[in-house]
């Protein structure tokens, strides 16, 4: 089993639609990572969390450290959010371990 | 400047040659980060540094060789390399506070194919 759980793996949705991404992870950590990737590779860093909720544009990412669970929220989505979002958590100082990813593909 | 970036974009090289890949950042970040991401996986950490000094090393083969010359550069130097090592590479730069690290910024990737 992984450390680092995502799910769903594949999310096609209509423009416009609320979208939501989750993790579980089993270790314990210091903080969670919300990143998001593009076709083509670059990796850009959406969210880092240690407690709570944090807001920005469209985007919302929440954590619940008792329930090992973390959500990632799209408002308003539009087909540029089309990208692979990975959760990734820091169980050792320098060290992430990264969950499978998501693939979220947004229909105009 | 919260820009990490990376030399070349693309690098094709057969299995005798040697080559390096290049990562700098001028964000005064003191840890550096390689990075290793085949086809629809997550990425896989090959090296850390802190302050210029090698941290961590996932049991990467030799044929990997990573340097950092000074704090807002880090290289990878690659020799005899075998095609299951074509992949995406990316570099990462982070602030190093004590006991834990801050938000990982990502560079766009060196996508090699070992021929």
């Known amino acids: 089993k992984n450390e680092v759980e995502q799910s769903p793996q594949n999310l096609t949705a209509q423009e416009g639609e609320f979208i939501t991404i989750n993790c579980s992870y089993s270790?314990?950590?210091?903080?969670l990572h919300w990143l998001q990737q593009h076709p083509g590779g670059g990796i850009v860093s959406l969210f880092m969390l240690s407690s709570g909720k944090k807001k920005h544009g469209r985007l919302i990412a929440t954590i619940n450290i008792q329930e090992k669970h973390s959500s990632l929220h799209i408002t308003a989505s539009h087909p540029r959010d089309s990208a692979v979002y990975i959760c990734?958590?820091?169980?050792?100082?320098?060290?992430?371990?990264f969950g499978q990813g998501t693939r979220l593909t947004i229909n105009p | 400047d919260t820009e990490v970036t990376q030399t070349p974009k693309h690098l094709v090289m057969g299995m005798t040659n040697k080559k390096s890949l290049k990562c700098e950042q001028h964000?005064?970040?003191?840890?550096m980060y390689w990075y290793k991401q085949k086809a629809k996986k997550p990425p896989e950490l090959m090296f850390v540094?802190?302050?210029?000094?090698?941290?961590i090393n996932e049991s990467v083969p030799s044929r990997f060789s990573p340097e950092c010359p000074n704090s807002s550069l880090l290289n990878l130097h690659l020799h005899a390399l075998q095609p299951e090592d074509s992949a995406l590479y990316l570099c990462a730069s982070s602030q190093v506070v004590v006991g834990r690290v801050g938000t990982q910024y990502f560079g766009p990737g060196t996508r090699l194919t070992v021929l």
């Open positions: 990734a958590v820091r169980s050792e100082v320098q060290k992430l371990v």
């Open positions: 964000m005064g970040h003191r840890a």
């Open positions: 540094y802190s302050y210029e000094k090698l941290s």
């Open positions: 270790v314990g950590i210091s903080a």
